[in-house]
């Protein structure tokens, strides 16, 4: 173990910190070297990341619908583990992560890493200020910094985690086919709001880009950030990072299934879950 790596895609910077709160933590007990690979912008998923049986990669997504998010699970699956060590980490909005910690542990298992333990923590939900609102908070990043030094103690005391010997944690949910979570909101109607797109309010836009900057998908026009020409997959990092608080959806489906998540998830306090 020489390097340790935060690997993760966080449009609104839930999983960022609590990847990276974990990461730091452990290179910090092991005397490992840290370091970030952001993978959030299209700019920062050109190429394919290459690691190797020196490095420890804490690996974390957004929960998308049960999921782990479907346009960049292609980008994910091109990772190369080649034996690293890897701790899948999910965070989701106070709902569930369902499927998507079992998922991002297969699709790390196969792309060559070995996992030696996983998390889940609530975060601020993309659609939400009041679902799991804030966040992680102090008390969540020091509980992933004290699950790192676990996991640090546990793997320098048992050298055979860095050789040979290998079982991929067990993790909770089901076996391929992984089951996306069906939104549906009153009379049990579903909702489809793959086409729904953020809209700008032009009397509080600026025209400053940081929007377009900041979209994963790389879908808001620079030259008239109003215009969303691409993909909308419903991040979050547009309404929540604007200046001005110039972008929102007002979808009426969107709000309602929004709605009834604050309804039945507001109030409730998760606790991060941790496999080791
Ligand atoms: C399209 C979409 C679907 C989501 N689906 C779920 C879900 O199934 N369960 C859940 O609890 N949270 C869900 N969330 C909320 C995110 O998992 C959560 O806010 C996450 O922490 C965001 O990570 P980030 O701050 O790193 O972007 C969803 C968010 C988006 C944008
Ligand atoms: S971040 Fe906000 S103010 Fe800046 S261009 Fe985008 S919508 Fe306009
Ligand atoms: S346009 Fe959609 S995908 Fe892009 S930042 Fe906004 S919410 Fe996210």
Redesign the pocket.
Known sequence: MKNVVALYF???????KVVNSMACSFAAFTGCEFSEKDVTLPKQREGTPEFGVDDVVFFGV?????RVPNLIRPFFASIKGRGALGIPVV????????DALIELRDIMEKNGFRTVAAAAFP?????STTLAGGRPDEKDLLLAEDFARKIAKILTANPHYLCGHHTPIAVPGNPPPYTY?KAVISDNKNIDIRKVKPLTDISKCTGCGLCARLCPMGSINISDPTITDGIC????ACIKRCPQGAKSITDPDYLEHKRLLEEEFGNVIKKAELFL
């Open positions: 966080s449009p609104t910077g839930g999983t960022k957004p929960v998308y619908i049960g965070t989701y909005g106070n709902r569930a992560y369902d975060a601020e939900h993309s659609f979570y997959i419903k991040c979050g």
